[in-house]
């Protein structure tokens, strides 16, 4: 289940982008003092209590301009609306209600959303009470005053977001069908891919980039067992975004790589892996979901011998070096060619995400890496490690408690990956390590 979609909107100059940021934790919006700054809507993973959603922030709304620069801000506001679950709506205390405030509000009435009407820059809470009361004329809902710059009244705002939500779930259905995304720059073949392994023109395909705005969910059987395909809008950089709804396909595809169990990243044969195939694969490697690399259209490839695959997976490797264990295949969506081995490879990598090792099992596997290779010093002082367990599936997630963690040094944790790699394969799937210390007399 991907996370629930929150869109700060608002008029412009009322501190959309300091209110994200104070939320995010991180200077992520460009703050400045005139209308117009935040052009372009920004995301961030928020966590508050037991919930876990998407913020997004956006340029202001003015509802009746001739301006080109803040019409483009108000389509770009609309399509956040139109995507979002609920909408804070931030208006601004110290230049009060003001009519455009009331066009907004009926452009929120619209959209049928659960709104948070939010006043903001409410700095003194005993002083200006009164006027966030004025905001009651909105008609939208009772106002929350808070302060962006300040960090004040958070807690009664997100209490009130967070209400919207579905409670969490604590248990996942042990039942859920495999989910996996297909994810890759516009026009790679994303939506051929799905086409073949329907054999059916489920999702339309265009040589038009950007022709799927949302990700749409398909039932592919193969060989009696079921998958749901995830087909995601392609994703761009950002100085080629030019409308609207390719450059908001970001926060639909990374909702979907939440909801994936795999992620199929889907690379040009034609073009060959770039930097921007890089950042796609590296959201579903932070998010630790298994990873196919798809190259597809290699039907296309002119003057292929016998050592073009080598050479092409040199090169991915190369600049896809953060995920090692990805799996790779080279395809044609068009042909055929190797599609009915993408369903064996997407059942090895969940085999691998739902692997558990006996905890004896792994300790074996690390003291002889231990006796082959000693672990770190620093200053006199040598590093321990008393025994690993695994705790956790999807990604594997090993505990490893040591004397010091200060003297896990990453390359030595990465040679105990390795290892424990070589002995259990874990193919296609990130694997995750807590070090914990513990003393010796324990």
Do not use: C
């Not at 979901?289 to 490797?317: F, L, P």
């Not at 009915?340 to 099992?361: H, N, Y």
């Amino acid at each position: 289940m991907s996370n629930p979609i929150v869109a700060i909107v608002g008029r412009p100059n009322v501190g959309k982008s300091t209110l994200f940021n104070a939320l995010a934790g991180e200077r992520i919006s460009i703050v400045k003092d005139y209308p117009g700054v935040t052009r372009d809507r920004i995301y961030a993973d928020i966590t508050w209590l037991n919930y876990k959603f998407t913020l997004i922030d956006t340029g202001g709304i003015e509802p009746e301009t001739k301006d080109k620069m803040l019409t483009y801000m108000r389509q770009q506001a609309q399509i956040a609306i139109d995507t979002a679950d609920v909408i804070i709506f931030l208006t601004d205390v110290r230049q009060g209600l003001v009519d455009a405030d009331f066009k907004v509000a009926d452009m929120l009435r619209r959209s049928g959303k659960p709104v948070v009407l939010t006043v903001n820059k409410v700095d003194d809470f005993e002083k200006l009470l009164p006027e966030v009361y004025e905001f009651y004329n909105l008609g939208i809902g009772d106002p929350i005053g808070v302060s962006g710059a300040s960090m004040l009244g958070f807690g009664e705002l997100l209490d009130a977001v967070t209400a919207y939500f579905p409670e969490p779930s604590e248990e996942e259905e042990e039942d859920e069908l495999p989910k996996v995304a297909i994810v890759g720059k516009p026009n790679v073949g994303k939506s051929s891919i799905i086409n073949k392994l329907t054999g059916e023109n489920r999702v339309i395909v265009s040589d038009i980039a950007g022709t799927t705005r949302d990700a749409i969910d398909t039932l592919v059987r193969y060989e009696e067992k079921d998958y749901i395909f995830i087909d995601t809008a392609g994703l761009r950089k950002r100085n080629k975004i030019k409308e609207e709804l390719e450059r908001f396909s970001i926060i639909r595809t990374v909702s979907a790589i939440e909801r994936a169990d795999v992620v199929v990243v889907v690379i040009d044969a034609t073009e060959g892996v770039t930097e921007q195939d890089a950042k796609i694969a590296g959201i579903a490697h932070e998010r630790g979901k298994g990873i196919i690399i798809a190259v597809n259209k290699w039907d296309a490839v002119e003057d292929k011998d016998d050592k073009t695959i080598y050479r092409q997976t040199e090169r991915i490797r190369e600049i896809l070096s953060f995920i090692p264990y990805a799996e790779i295949l080279f395809i044609s969506a068009v042909t055929g060619q190797r599609i009915p081995k993408l369903f064996e490879r997407i059942d090895r990598v969940i085999q691998s995400r739902t692997l558990r090792i006996a905890t004896g099992v792994l300790n074996e596997i690390l003291m002889e890496a231990v006796s082959l290779q000693q672990p770190p010093s620093d200053k006199g002082k040598r590093l321990k490690i008393f025994f690993m367990t695994q705790v956790a599936i999807g990604p594997p997630t090993f505990v490893i408690f040591v004397n010091n963690k200060e003297l896990m040094h990453f390359s030595y944790q990465r040679y105990i990956e390795n290892k424990v790699r070589e002995t259990f394969g874990f193919t296609g799937t990130s694997l995750k390590f807590i070090i914990r210390e513990r003393s010796e007399t324990k």
